[in-house]
């Protein structure tokens, strides 16, 4: 572990948004799965979830994720509306993609507030149940033949305009996570393997310098 690689897992921690997620309700295509990953690591979701597909298994991670399932946590979910209610429990609200009368351009909602973003699979989109229990609907104006944008594309396109409002309100100035948590995963990023070790044994990770070293 360089110095230089330490400060930039601790610079990228240090705008991680855990306010802010996504739902991808049976997301089934592997390159999509990993799109939406590679996007949530670029505006800064610390933690996706994820409902498998019928057969019960997540897409495996393939190279369109460019390696961001190493820094995106994915969360399983039993089903959809179960995970919306959970969400909703812990205090976010749920935008579900989906069209209705009572559908929002994606951009009026406020992402400054703890947001997840509720995506459906590639054929079927959000199921009805689901969308109904969502605080809110949300579309992408069309202007074109198709009535649809391809999922991975259509969460990048949300989840850019989430982090321009946040952009805007100064919430990638300070630091999101405590600052245990911080240092905690700071551990896990640097030394993974160490890190899996220590969790097998039940200990605490080991402190370290600013440089990313064990303190002895």
């Known amino acids: 572990m360089t110095p230089e690689r330490y400060q930039k897992i601790r610079r990228v921690l240090a705008r991680r948004q855990p306010t802010l997620t996504v739902l991808m309700d049976e997301v089934n295509k592997p390159h999509n799965f990993s799109a939406i990953l590679r996007t949530c690591d670029a505006v800064g979701v610390l933690t996706a979830h994820a409902v498998p597909p019928k057969s019960g298994v997540l897409p495996t991670f393939d190279a369109t994720s460019g390696s961001a399932h190493k820094w995106v946590a994915v969360q399983r979910q039993p089903d959809a509306v179960t995970a919306v209610r959970q969400l909703q429990a812990a205090g976010m609200q749920v935008l579900a993609t989906h069209l209705s009368q009572r559908s929002l351009d994606y951009r009026e909602p406020d992402y400054t507030r703890p947001t997840c973003v ?18 809110t609907n949300i579309v992408i104006p069309m202007f074109g033949m198709v009535q649809s944008l391809n999922v991975s594309v259509a969460a990048a396109t949300i989840l850019f305009e989430a982090q321009r409002q946040r952009l805007s309100a100064g919430m990638y100035d300070t630091p999101q ?16 393997d160490l890190a899996a070790g220590y969790r097998e044994r039940g200990e605490r990770y080991p402190a370290l310098d600013e440089a990313g070293q064990l303190v002895r």
């Open 118 to 135: 509720l995506l459906g699979a590639e054929k079927w989109g959000v199921s009805d149940e689901a969308a109904e229990i969502a605080d």
């Open 177 to 192: 996570l405590a600052p245990a948590e911080l240092d905690r995963l700071a551990f896990e990023w640097a030394y993974p």
